[in-house]
């Protein structure tokens, strides 16, 4: 949510800005703006809408300098525009700041510092940091306003700190001054900021492929902490102003894992990147069963898994999803209860989470502001939390005891695909070695179950050999404005995220349902103008999914069945069909048609299937 950019070195910054931030688009936006310090004074560029008319007006009007802040912002305060787009200034446009998350309390930050007689030009919560370090530095600079060159740094350092002592909420800021030439100064709570470290140059960014074609060293900061960044080197501190020592990270991905690979766009790159997703999430942890691969994998001793009393899910959206479906099997092999629920409830209704309890907090980013919160709250309650993250080094997995990586790769589209297979995979291997562990399934059904994930990512692969189908039927359903999907067991789930994709990327009204629950309720919106999906493949349940299919033709609803190869297809206007799959991995199989149809409706429709209107990839504020 948002992009941060920052550069400090010998080059000239604004198209290193533009690069980043380009790399940044997928985390969603609607304006960006930079900020650029040359010869002791700072220029502002902004524009709403896409980097393009950013691009365009750095055309009309450039800029040059060597210190610079970039920025793209999803807004949350105040509608998308130039005035509210970042970068902020002060009231003598000498000092500016760029911020992700929200400033809860900035409100009352306001009403103070227009009393002092602040001017105020947006709608933002973030121009209020802006005025209130300038406040700061006036306080610190003293009545005569000296300012020795040798104290500009420390001064402005000083002056960050104490207005953040006063700000509440989720932040990640950066600042540049004018009287600090080659000086950024950043600090973050709750909202991801990482330090890139260069030869003879250093950069900022929300994400790591903001300078990942220039440095694959990187330094994440931790909540509470500022960063004090220049071309020489970074130092670090607490918000108390004590310095802490920070070791950076190695980021192992090439440049390549962002391009488009040939395709259209990113999301179908990423679907089509799924069976390698699965393979490389599964690689080294299926076997032995009995020999610490969880301890090796991610700290996690079996006595832990054996005394488990009971499992929470936390999650959102896609990722709660994967937790749904992982509820299923964990109680099904492992035999212990999982309650799985939206992480932003969780945090809020007062769980009764114990010691001995368990918490998986699944997340793409790591950086989920809820996820987050959930996971530190049930911590605080003695619970061991687990994370299933595809990001190395993120707030997530440092807020852990455990952590179980996807090895997913980026993913870019903001609608996740092969994220959510990694998740799947991640889980389904958690859930075969917890019921190891806990005596719940023999030696015999333990090869089994390996034996199926094993075969995965081949039965992923042929399902996306349904894509040119899926496009066939889309063309006939892509105008439609409502849309129901349902299934039964494992499969409801994957209804519910299969209509999560076509909401978010073609904006079509969708819901997904409990099949059985048809006849409570649902079954009064249907008629010829409602399409039914019905994820209908081989299960226990498929005589009772093949009633509800019925009951939606009764009353005129056109069907479009997801059916397993070689089976009796149900009666249906359209059919994808995939291949035979255990009903254990039916899930990770079974939603493949369900992306690419999503996809193909929403190409057709025209609308930005990687940048979904008021959508983001890492929602790091609530």
């Known amino acids: ?65 060597t210190t610079a802040l970039g920025h793209t912002r999803w807004a949350t305060h105040g509608k998308p525009s130039e005035e509210n787009a970042h970068p902020h200034a002060d009231c003598g446009k000498s000092l500016v700041v760029i911020h992700n998350g929200i400033i809860e309390n900035y409100l009352e930050i306001k009403e103070k510092l227009a009393a002092a007689g602040h001017v105020f030009e947006s709608e933002t919560d973030t121009e209020t940091a802006a005025h ?35 700000v509440r909420g989720a932040y990640a800021l950066a600042v540049l001054w004018d009287k600090a030439p080659g000086v950024l ?109 969880l301890e090796r994998e991610c700290g996690m001793k079996a006595q832990v898994l054996k005394d488990l009393r009971r499992i929470h899910v936390v999650a959102c959206g896609t990722a709660l999803n994967a937790g749904l479906i992982a509820k299923y099997w964990i109680e099904d092999l492992a035999g212990v209860s999982v309650l799985a629920e939206p992480a932003s409830e969780f945090r809020y209704r007062g769980a009764v989470v114990e010691p001995g309890d368990l918490v998986l907090a699944i997340s793409q980013s790591g950086e989920t502001a809820d996820t987050l919160a959930a996971a530190k709250l049930a911590r605080e309650k003695g619970a061991k939390i687990l994370s299933v993250c595809n ?18 790769g980026p993913e870019f589209g903001v609608a996740s695909t092969k994220a959510f297979l990694g998740q799947l995979s991640a889980l389904a291997a958690f859930a075969v070695h917890c019921a190891a562990a806990r005596g719940t399934i023999d030696a015999f059904r333990g090869r ?13 692969r042929r399902a996306l050999k349904t894509d040119a189908r899926a496009l066939e039927i889309a063309k006939r359903y892509y105008k439609k404005e409502h849309f129901l999907f349902i299934g039964r067991g494992l499969n409801y789930p994957v209804a519910m995220e299969a209509a999560l994709k076509l909401k978010e990327i073609s904006y079509i009204h969708a819901e997904g349902y409990a099949a059985g629950e048809l006849k409570h309720g649902p079954i009064a919106l249907l008629d010829r103008d409602m399409p039914v999906v019905a994820v209908a493949t081989r299960a226990k349940t498929a005589e009772k999914m093949l009633s509800n299919i019925e009951e939606a033709r009764a009353r005129g609803a056109q069907i479009i069945a997801v ?33 690419l149809l999503a996809y193909h409706i929403a190409d057709l429709r025209g609308c930005d299937v990687d940048q979904p209107r008021n959508l983001a990839k890492s929602v790091t504020v609530e």
């Open 185 to 293: 100064i950043a600090a973050k709570t709750s909202s991801p900021l990482i330090i890139g470290l260069g030869k003879g140059e250093n950069f900022l960014g929300s994400d790591v492929p903001a300078f990942l074609e220039h440095t694959r060293e990187a330094v994440f900061l931790e909540d509470g902490e500022m960063a004090v960044l220049k071309s020489g080197g970074c130092t670090y501190f607490n918000l108390a102003g004590k310095r802490v020592s920070k070791s950076p990270v190695h980021i192992p991905w090439d440049r390549r894992t962002a391009e488009k690979g040939g395709f259209r766009h990113f999301m179908m790159k990423e679907i089509h990147e799924q069976p390698e997703a699965c393979e490389d999430t599964l690689r080294g942890r299926l076997l032995p069963l009995h020999d610490g691969v």
């Open 391 to 408: 990001s190395v080094g993120s707030a997530l997995t440092r807020a852990s005891d455990f952590n179980l990586y996807t090895h997913c």
């Open 1 to 65: 949510m948002c992009g941060i950019v920052g550069y400090s070195g010998p080059r000239q910054a604004v198209p290193l800005l533009l690069e980043g931030l380009k790399r940044l688009e997928y985390r969603g936006y609607d304006s960006a703006g930079v900020a650029v310090l040359d010869k002791g004074r700072i220029e502002r560029r902004r524009a709403s809408g896409k980097l393009a008319n950013l691009e365009a007006l750095l055309q009309e009007s450039p800029i040059r300098g």
């Open 448 to 460: 089994e179950l390996i034996d199926e994930l094993v075969k995965l990512p081949a039965l992923v």
């Open 563 to 595: 059916a397993t190869e070689g089976d009796a297809a149900p009666r249906a206007a359209e059919t994808l069909l995939v291949p035979a799959a255990p009903e254990f991995l039916a899930p990770a199989v079974n939603i493949v048609p369900l992306q």
């Open 132 to 166: 209130l370090i300038e406040e700061k530095l006036k306080t610190l600079r003293g009545p005569n306003g000296a300012l020795p060159p040798h104290l500009t740094e420390p001064l402005l350092f000083e002056a960050v700190r104490q207005a953040l002592a006063e």
